[in-house]
């Protein structure tokens, strides 16, 4: 049944109540740049230098996404933002069985060191940071990263960036998993020490609570699942033997912004002040960087719809401008026609120029915390605070994230919540324009991007020519070496990059490891 005025809630069933008043908005926070940083982290936030516009985009092969970075820089993008193909993202190759119908066809492809370095051809690394959406395999991605680097004359302690690395939202809520959870919470704390050690300015991992809520989660579910991973992951490094204050400030976290605007600035809020005081009061980190919550924010793909999807500029926009009142580092804002397939180099262009013209003209970007003291903004600031704790304890109280992932708890919660979601939209209690309200009888649509259709039968080629011409018995000694390693306790990243110099591929690299730890085979459960 539709809410009448006086039944509103928010998509976490936040109810909304008519009007607000100062009673409501709680006790005053400290300036931005301040513990518990609700604010935002730093004391000026955007007038000293506005976030990172940094554009997701990959298909085909590296020589066209190449192209496409280039085009992006020139047009005003600050950072780069990799999506891989899904046979990349599995740690496979591209001549793989697994991979047909697959190769280039949601991002780039990679298969070697060779790749890595046309991908990133003509893109000085000192200058520019580069966010890679990369998980299971997140390790390898960074290590050819690195020999790119090297290979410019860039040192690995300037080289800037961030690997998303989030595997237990893999198990959750995405599905682009390799190896079962333990070993690969043991990789992701080798690439903590690994960074610690070789490449300071990178960002470790970025715990993604962006796919949670795209999978159906609320924004209640997206605070909590996402810290209490987060809380996993530090806490495996601590045990691992790890100081708190050397790796925290490393870590960054990846969120949606959905159309619900006073919902999603409050998110972010909420967000940050709890994370500052999870890692002070469970971890007893001192340093302030390892306190703040610093994050890269998306707006939402699940929100945009094939129906007239010029309506998904608007849709955008609002959510970038919840981003940047929220408080978020950097920003991907989607095209309006990713509902029907990979954006046209036109659209990519007015999502890049959405964010130019919110930092540039609207004027949001001139003050720190422009909607701090808004009642409703605050109140729900605070109740979204409150729930996500309550929903923490609950997982604290099943032994973490990872037991809470192997038990299946964190995916039923997700499924029942999607599902309670296209409920309402399909019984018109929540309104969709253009798919389930104002729709219009002629269709409209938008031209729509091919990649490469040959692309597989290229990397094809060029694995066979590399396997060919490379130094085998190198290959082969550097992957003995990381078999050994991941038998054992040592490094898996420093073998890793040995076999990786000498043009070992992906799905070699994988496949040992895949050998070794098996592979993760999720639970049916009907």
């Not at 991992?205 to 609320?218: D, F, L, P």
């Not at 609002?318 to 954006?343: C, F, K, R, W």
């Not at 979601?421 to 018109?428: C, P």
Request: with cysteine; charged share 20%.
């Amino acid at each position: 049944m539709a809410t009448t005025s006086a039944e509103r809630a928010t998509d976490s069933g936040l109810t909304v109540e008519p009007v607000y008043r100062a009673a409501d908005a709680g006790e005053p926070q400290p300036d931005p740049g301040q513990y518990p940083f609700t604010r935002g982290i730093y004391p000026t936030m955007y007038r000293g230098r506005l976030w990172t516009m940094r554009q997701y985009a990959g298909f085909a092969s590296a020589r066209e996404s190449n192209q496409r970075y280039r085009y992006l820089l020139q047009a005003g993008q600050t950072g780069l933002s990799v999506a891989f193909d899904l046979p990349t993202q599995l740690g496979l190759d591209s001549d793989d069985p697994r991979a047909e119908g697959e190769v280039g066809k949601v991002g780039v492809a990679i298969d070697s060191l060779l790749d890595m370095q046309t991908l990133l051809d003509g893109i000085p690394l000192d200058k520019v940071t580069t966010s890679m959406t990369i998980n299971a395999p997140a390790s390898v991605l960074l290590l050819l990263y690195e020999l790119v680097a090297e290979g410019q004359g860039v040192a690995s302690s300037k080289i800037g960036g961030t690997i998303q690395n989030d595997i237990l939202k893999e198990y959750a809520a995405r599905g682009t998993y390799i190896f079962p959870p333990r070993p690969s919470m043991r990789l992701i704390t080798d690439i903590f020490a690994y960074c610690a050690e070789r490449i300071p300015g990178w960002n470790t991992i970025s715990i993604s609570g962006y796919h949670i809520r795209e999978a159906g989660a609320t924004a209640v579910q997206e605070i909590a699942f996402t810290l209490a991973d987060g809380i996993a992951y530090v806490d495996a490094a601590v045990k691992a033997g790890l100081d708190v204050d050397k790796f925290a400030p490393r870590l960054s976290f990846f969120f949606v912004s959905n159309p619900n605007f006073l919902e999603e600035v409050a998110k972010f809020r909420a967000a940050r002040r709890l994370w500052a005081t999870i890692m002070r009061e469970r971890f007893g980190a001192k340093k302030e960087s390892s306190l703040m919550l610093r994050f890269h924010t998306q707006t939402s793909g699940a929100s945009l719809t094939a129906q007239q999807p010029l309506n998904n500029v608007v849709r955008t926009t609002i959510e970038a401008m919840a981003a940047v009142l929220g408080g978020t580092q950097s920003l991907h804002t989607n095209s309006y026609d990713e509902a029907l397939g990979l954006p046209t180099q036109e659209s990519a262009t007015l999502a890049l120029r959405t964010q130019q013209i919110i930092g540039f003209e609207s004027g949001v970007a001139d003050t720190s915390d422009p909607l701090a003291g808004s009642y409703v903004v605050e109140a729900m600031t605070d109740e979204l605070e409150r729930r996500a704790r309550a929903l923490i304890e609950q997982i604290d109280g099943m032994g973490g994230a990872v037991a809470a992932v192997e038990k299946g708890w964190v995916q039923e919660q997700i499924a029942d919540a999607s599902y309670a979601y296209q409920q309402a939209v399909e019984s018109g209690a929540r309104i969709v324009v253009g798919v389930n309200k104002f729709q219009e009888d002629e269709a409209r649509s938008a031209p729509v991007f091919k990649p490469n259709e040959a692309v597989a039968r290229e990397q094809s080629d060029a694995l066979a020519k590399l396997r060919a011409e490379r130094d085998n018995a190198a290959v082969q000694a550097a992957l003995a070496d990381l078999r050994a390693a991941a038998e054992g306790t040592d490094n898996v990243l420093r073998p890793m990059r040995e076999a990786l110099r000498h043009y070992a591929t992906i799905g070699e690299v994988c496949g040992v490891l895949r050998q070794v730890w098996g592979e993760y085979r999720p639970e049916v459960r009907l």
